[in-house]
């Protein structure tokens, strides 16, 4: 059992110490925006550009993303270890400067986006946009260590993930690159300018304010998984969270993939024309995100992780037997999805995002953020992300149907559950087996 761990904020809000309290802040909304940036316009605005107006095959749109993914990565690798080689990761104002540069680049390409015709055009969009993504989140990440409390990132992390989810899904939007590129150009002007301000090293109350937050690595620096010993690079203990988030990531997308490229499925849950069935979707996520912050704070990580893949694999055994019924029984199913469905989806997808954003600040210290979230998201995310969407891609080519797909999908899921358990299980009885052989002693 864990005990229950008491927020830091409230101290910092009872202390009226609102420096430390508007480092909260800064980090939640530059989280959000990131986060909402390339879950809806990266993420879905440039399947839509490269299908519909640039004329493209979804095959090779799903090649042009594949390179996005393994060019951010590498981006996102030497910018991660640049940073920490030149302490860079303990420099709020050039964190702020470097972010500022990438926001930037992000908006004007925002803008062009919609105006994109041509093939090598696209091209060209792809590499400069795997260029600010690559530098982005490593130095946003990198910030965890001087705006959030070890105790707190948890909580940080979930409020990140609802308040993302909760917009996505809540706010019904085309899925066109054209209201994306609208949307996000509005929203990013004001963010564009407060990132000036606090880059711009002219404004004397700012910089006193940064003065003292830039101080705060050297508190909140080092990682929760980082005691006794830091956790390095090349050793288990960052290893296993990458292959765990990989597993993660490469479920969602390889499960994902395919339930929105089906209309029944699609229509009846995140673009379904029933305002309440997109609020079902967007309240599960809050409470997703909620109990996922609530357990990483006060018990192991493995927790999160034995929670996130036992969610997807019930997600995806409910998908499978509504497909089941719905052949036999045609007329009483009528070939909808159970509102259910996507609800207990999205409480996984929060699980796991919610770890995502508080895991590799807590497995670092200042002097390996850059390099630990560069690898971490970069492996697990964007990786995970472009292999599964290769094999998404095959399973198409090969006209596998749905069912078959989405069986996939649930053995793996089932696997890597039922792998975690076995480990956890081994993991424990090494334990005792020592502690055995050592009172023996």
Not at 65 to 73: N, P
Not at 176 to 202: E, H, N, Q
Not at 299 to 310: D, G, H, I
Not at 373 to 396: D, K, N, P
Request: charged letters at 10%; a neutral charge; hydrophobic letters at 55%.
């Amino acid at each position: 059992m864990g005990s229950e761990i008491p927020m830091r904020l409230t101290t910092y809000l009872r202390e009226r110490q609102w420096t430390t309290v508007f480092g909260y802040l800064l980090f939640v909304a530059l989280m959000v925006a990131g986060y909402y940036y390339n879950l809806t316009f990266v993420q879905l605005g440039l399947i839509d550009l490269g299908t519909r107006l640039v004329g493209m095959s979804e095959t090779a749109v799903s090649a042009w993303m594949a390179a996005l993914a393994l060019c951010t990565l590498l981006v996102a690798v030497v910018t991660g270890v640049t940073m920490d080689r030149r302490g860079w990761s303990t420099d709020v104002r050039t964190k702020l400067r470097l972010l500022f540069g990438v926001v930037c680049v992000q908006f004007a390409l925002t803008l062009v986006a919609p105006h994109v015709r041509t093939v090598p055009a696209f091209g060209a969009w792809i590499v400069a946009a795997s260029v600010g993504l690559g530098v982005g989140f490593p130095v946003s990440f990198s910030l965890a260590i001087d705006l959030v409390p070890v105790p707190d990132r948890g909580y940080v992390a979930a409020a990140i993930t609802a308040i993302a989810y909760f917009a996505a899904n809540a706010v019904p939007l085309s899925w066109s690159i054209d209201v994306f590129s609208r949307l996000m150009t509005a929203a990013m002007a004001p963010g564009l300018v407060v990132l000036a301000v606090l880059a711009s090293g002219r404004v004397t109350r700012v910089e006193a304010v940064l003065s003292e937050l830039g101080g705060q690595h050297r508190e909140f620096g080092r990682g929760r998984f980082c005691y006794p010993d830091p956790v390095r690079a090349r050793s288990l203990a960052f290893a296993v969270p990458v292959v765990l988030m990989f597993g993660v990531f490469f479920v969602d997308s390889l499960g994902f993939l395919r339930i929105i490229d089906t209309p029944s499925l699609l229509l009846s849950s995140w673009q379904s024309p029933d305002l309440a069935t997109r609020w079902v979707i967007a309240v599960a996520h809050v409470l997703g995100a909620v109990m996922a912050g609530v357990i990483y704070v006060n018990y192991p990580m493995n927790r999160v992780f034995l929670w996130t893949f036992a969610l997807f694999a019930l997600t995806h055994v409910l998908y499978t037997s509504d497909l089941r019924v719905a052949a036999v029984f045609p007329t009483l199913t009528a070939g909808s999805s159970s509102p259910l469905n996507p609800a207990f989806y999205a409480v996984a997808v929060s699980f796991y995002t919610t770890l995502n954003f508080a895991l590799w600040p807590d497995i670092s210290t200042p002097e390996t953020i850059g390099t630990h979230s560069a690898i971490g998201i970069g492996v697990a995310g964007w990786l995970a992300t472009f292999t599964s969407t290769a094999l998404a891609l095959y399973f198409q080519a090969t006209e596998l149907p749905l069912l078959s797909h989405l069986n996939v999908v649930q053995a793996l899921s089932l696997l890597l559950l039922f792998g975690l358990a076995v480990g956890l299980y081994v993991r424990r009885m090494v334990e005792i087996a020592g502690a055995d052989g050592g009172a023996t002693a």
